[in-house]
């Protein structure tokens, strides 16, 4: 009977750590299409027809966009079909901005500039900012004229400082994070993330998330030597030592170079290998970078077309899952297969 008693507690609490595991937020934002300046040819047309990806928008609880997509659109669209697509479905707002990157060095205080006067136009228009991530301001090489120049991280972390000073006297109540690739490099990044956080204090604001920025390939492949329980240990520091959100992008480069259907595949293996690695994130984010996903909608699309919205409704599906049924762990032949090299 005691063996039973202590079976039945043993898969309580499983169920429970299980439960706690998938209670993430998800986070999306639309492909660029590997360009600096792109956006997928549907990006601002699905808008006008909801119903394709309705079920998908249910799962999503962050629309991350970066800045250069929302200055292109027209006050009207912002205004019109954006901001009350994000209100119908309780959908909070992220930026995702680059101006904070390299803030110091020439001619690129121009792109921050750029961005503050979005904000106020955001702000003008009645929509609410609640997040704002800062791209890379503390992992992204400078390159000029083809070479690597050093940038310090005390510019880097100054940078950062001030461009969410700048954004406070805007939106007050917006949260700033930063997504950020250093563990990816194989590169110190504890030392970073507690001079940004004490920062960041110091500066009247807070340091409220970090995402990161390693690809499904990296951990996957076991490239520069990473592995999956090294990811999870970004997130101990974050949560445990620095006591702030912590997120973990999936994406993948491989996927995303090759086809819709193969970014597809690898981003929901991403999902499932880090929770199998006992990750927790309170975040996770769908975004690429790359050639693929070309397009967005419709959710319901079947056989090898995969839009982004297919994609992100399979992926709450599959979240949903992990939480009711539990998902396949680190060590057992089918996490293996998935999220090691074979």
Request: hydrophobic share 40%; aromatic share 10%.
């Amino acid at each position: 009977m005691m063996n039973i008693q202590w079976k039945t507690i043993i898969a309580l609490v499983f169920a429970v750590v299980s439960a706690a595991a998938t209670a993430a937020d998800i986070w999306y934002e639309d492909n660029n299409l590997g360009r600096a300046n792109g956006m997928p040819p549907d990006f601002a047309s699905k808008f006008s027809q909801p119903e394709s990806f309705s079920q998908a928008s249910q799962y999503l609880r962050v629309y991350m966009v970066r800045t250069n997509v929302l200055d292109a659109m027209s006050d009207e669209f912002l205004a019109g079909s954006f901001h009350p697509y994000l209100t119908k479905n309780n959908i909070k707002l992220a930026i995702d901005a680059a101006g904070a990157t390299w803030m110091q060095a020439s001619g690129r205080k121009i792109l921050a500039d750029r961005e503050i006067r979005l904000l106020q136009r955001l702000r003008r228009l009645g929509m609410q900012v609640d997040y704002v991530s800062l791209q890379s301001v503390l992992s992204k090489p400078l390159v000029i004229d083809g070479v690597t120049v050093d940038y310090p991280m005390s510019k880097r972390i100054k940078d950062a400082v001030t461009y969410a000073k700048s954004v406070r006297k805007i939106y007050p109540q917006a949260q700033t994070g930063i997504i950020d690739a250093i563990p990816s490099h194989v590169e110190d990044y504890r030392q970073p993330y507690l001079l940004l956080k004490n920062a960041m204090a110091k500066g009247g604001g807070a340091l409220s998330y970090i995402h990161l920025d390693m690809p499904f390939d990296i951990p996957r492949e076991q490239l520069l030597g990473i592995t999956w329980p090294q990811a999870r240990a970004v997130e101990s520091y974050v949560e445990e030592v620095l006591g702030i959100r912590f997120g973990f992008m999936t994406t993948s480069a491989k996927g995303g170079r090759a086809s819709s259907k193969a970014f597809h595949e690898r981003v929901l293996a991403a999902q499932e290998c880090y929770l199998g690695a006992g990750g927790t994130p309170t975040d996770f984010i769908i975004a690429s970078w790359f050639p693929f996903p070309q397009a967005t909608i419709p959710e319901t699309a079947t056989g090898d077309d995969y839009p982004a919205m297919r994609t992100v409704l399979e992926y709450g599906r599959q979240l949903d899952r992990i939480e009711r049924r539990g998902g396949l762990t680190m060590g057992q032949p089918g996490w293996d297969a998935m999220c090691t090299p074979q």
